[in-house]
C-alpha cells in the first residue's frame, strides 16, 4: 500500500486529537474529540471549519479558456461572468460522469476544484483534450470550508468585503497579510465560505479562525452526514461513470444553451447520449432521497426492493441524520418509484426496512443569496 498523503493541516489534527482515516489517498481526520454527532449539530447551529485541502485545485488558462471547457463540461461557460462560479461535470463519451467540479472565472483564468480521488485523472483529461496554448497548472494550496449560519459573523471580523459575496460568487483578498481566494459556497446546505490560501499559511490560517468563538473543527464523518442532509452527491457513490447526469438528478447541471435548441447545443463527450434522455426522458433509473420509518441506519450498498420482494435500486448514501432526526439515505430506484411517498424497502442483514421516497434537500438550505 502506497504512503498517504498529508494536508499542510495534518501536523494540526493530531494536536487537535483527530482521529484520523485513509481518504481519497490522504491521512484526513474523520472525527474530533467532540464527536461526529455534536460536529455535524454545530456546524448546523453555530460554524464549522472543514480540512478540503486533498480536493484538487487547478488553474486553465489561455486562449477562449470558456469555449475549450465547454467542449469537456456541459455547463454555459461562456455565459460566466468574472467573478462568479458554477458547478460543472465532466462527461464521459458514453455519457457517464467523470468527476464533478466548480469552475470559477477569475478573470484572467479559469479556477477549478475537483475531487481529490480524481485530480491526477482530472488533469490528465484537461491536458489530453485542450489545445497547446492553454496552460493547465495544479496549485499547491490549501482548501478550508468555513460553514454554518455563523460562518458569516466569523468573516465579517476577518474580511467584511468577502460578506458582500452571495451564493456561487468568488472573490480574492487579504486577510492578515495572505491573499486568500474566497467562494461563498460550500457542501453542507449552510450558507459558509470555501477559503483558498498558499499551503505554507494554511496552519495559521486555520488556527486563526479556531480561535473565533463560534467556530469548530469538523471531520470527515460529520461532513458526510452534513452533505446527505443537503442532498448533495458524493463522486464515486452517488455517481460515477456508469450514471449519466440525467439518471443522477443533475440535468441542472448542463447549461440551457448546451441543449438542444440552444446556441450552443452539445459538443460535449456523450452529448448525444444524455441530450437524448434530457429530451426523451427514457432513462430508466432516477436518484431520489429516501427516509427510513425506523431508527436502524440505512447504508451504503443496501439493496432496495418494492412490496412483492422485486428488486427495484440500490442504497449509494446512508447515514443517520442528527438535524432529521432519523436515518437518511440516497439511491437509485426504477422511474416507477421515483414519485415522492413512493414505498421502498432496503434490505438490511435480511430484513426489509420500509424506506419513503422523499424530495430533497431533507433540511431547508441556508446558502446567502443576498
Not at 465532466?90 to 467523470?98: D, P, Y
Request: contains cysteine; negative net charge; aromatic residues 6%.
Amino acid at each position: 500500500m502506497s504512503e498517504l498523503k498529508q494536508t499542510p493541516l495534518h501536523a494540526l489534527h493530531l494536536k487537535l486529537g483527530a482521529k484520523m482515516v485513509p481518504f481519497a489517498g490522504y491521512d484526513m481526520p474523520v472525527q474530533y474529540p467532540l464527536g461526529v454527532k455534536k460536529e455535524h449539530e454545530h456546524t448546523r447551529q453555530k460554524c464549522g471549519l472543514f480540512d478540503v485541502s486533498h480536493m484538487g485545485q487547478i488553474s486553465v488558462s489561455g486562449d477562449n479558456v470558456a469555449e475549450a471547457l465547454e467542449t469537456l463540461i456541459p455547463a454555459d461557460l461562456v455565459g460566466l461572468e468574472k467573478g462568479a462560479q458554477r458547478y460543472g461535470l465532466f462527461t464521459s463519451t458514453e455519457g457517464g460522469i467523470i468527476d464533478d467540479l466548480m469552475v470559477v472565472n477569475a478573470g484572467d483564468h479559469f479556477y477549478l476544484v475537483v475531487n481529490a480521488a480524481c485530480k491526477d485523472q482530472d488533469l490528465a483529461h484537461l491536458r489530453l483534450n485542450l489545445s497547446s496554448t492553454h496552460t493547465i497548472e495544479p496549485l499547491d494550496r490549501g482548501l478550508l470550508a468555513l460553514q454554518g449560519p455563523q460562518a458569516r459573523d466569523v468573516m465579517q471580523r476577518l474580511c467584511p468585503e468577502a460578506c458582500e459575496l452571495v451564493f456561487m460568487q468568488h472573490g480574492r483578498y487579504t486577510i492578515a497579510g495572505q491573499e486568500v481566494w474566497v467562494s461563498r459556497s460550500g457542501y453542507t446546505g449552510e450558507d459558509g465560505f470555501e477559503i483558498s490560501v498558499a499551503a505554507d499559511a494554511c496552519e495559521a490560517f486555520a488556527e486563526q479562525l479556531l480561535a473565533e468563538p463560534e467556530v469548530e473543527a469538523i471531520g470527515l464523518g460529520a461532513r458526510d452526514s452534513l452533505r446527505l442532509e443537503a442532498g448533495l452527491c458524493l463522486y464515486g457513490h452517488d455517481m460515477d461513470m456508469q450514471t449519466t447526469p440525467v439518471e443522477a438528478g443533475l440535468i441542472w447541471a448542463i447549461g440551457k444553451p448546451r441543449r438542444h435548441g440552444g446556441e450552443r447545443a452539445g459538443g460535449f463527450p456523450g452529448a448525444d447520449v444524455i441530450l437524448h434522455q434530457v429530451d426523451a426522458k427514457d432513462h430508466t433509473r432516477k436518484r431520489v432521497g429516501l427516509l427510513a420509518e425506523g431508527r436502524a441506519p440505512v447504508r451504503e450498498g443496501a439493496p432496495l426492493v418494492d412490496e412483492a420482494g422485486n428488486e427495484v435500486g440500490i442504497v449509494t448514501s446512508g447515514s443517520f441524520g442528527p438535524s432529521v432526526g432519523k436515518p437518511v439515505a440516497m439511491g437509485y430506484v426504477t422511474r416507477e418509484l421515483e414519485a415522492p411517498q413512493s414505498a421502498v424497502f432496503a434490505v438490511v442483514r435480511g430484513k426489509q426496512l420500509p424506506m419513503v421516497v422523499t424530495p430533497m434537500p431533507f433540511v431547508k438550505p441556508g446558502y446567502y443569496r443576498g
